[in-house]
């Protein structure tokens, strides 16, 4: 059957990557503070902010990876949603 068909479609597409990373990367301190909450001095030895970067990671703190490292894609999925408005259907 084909119809004549009038109106706004609004296509919304996700795109779901899932990737395993290793290798060295760049955080900036003043970013893991600001996502975070922690203090910018932390008492003792630099491990101490190891947990502090991981939750920055985990919470979408913007971070650099350079070319060495290596990012291997795991699986990548699309999800589209439409929504219509104003739609008129005719023959």
């Known amino acids: ?36 909450g922690c203090e910018p001095v932390v008492d003792g030895d630099s491990t101490g902010w190891y947990d502090f970067v991981a939750e920055a990671l985990e919470v979408g703190g913007h971070h650099t990876l350079p070319n060495e490292s290596i990012a291997l894609e795991v699986s990548k999925k699309e999800q589209v949603t439409y929504e219509w408005d104003d739609v008129e259907v005719d023959w």
């Open 1 to 36: 059957m084909k119809f004549y068909v009038t109106g706004q479609r609004t296509r919304t597409i996700t795109t779901t990557i899932v990737e395993q990373i290793e290798g060295e990367f760049s955080i900036l301190k003043k970013e893991v503070v600001r996502v975070t």
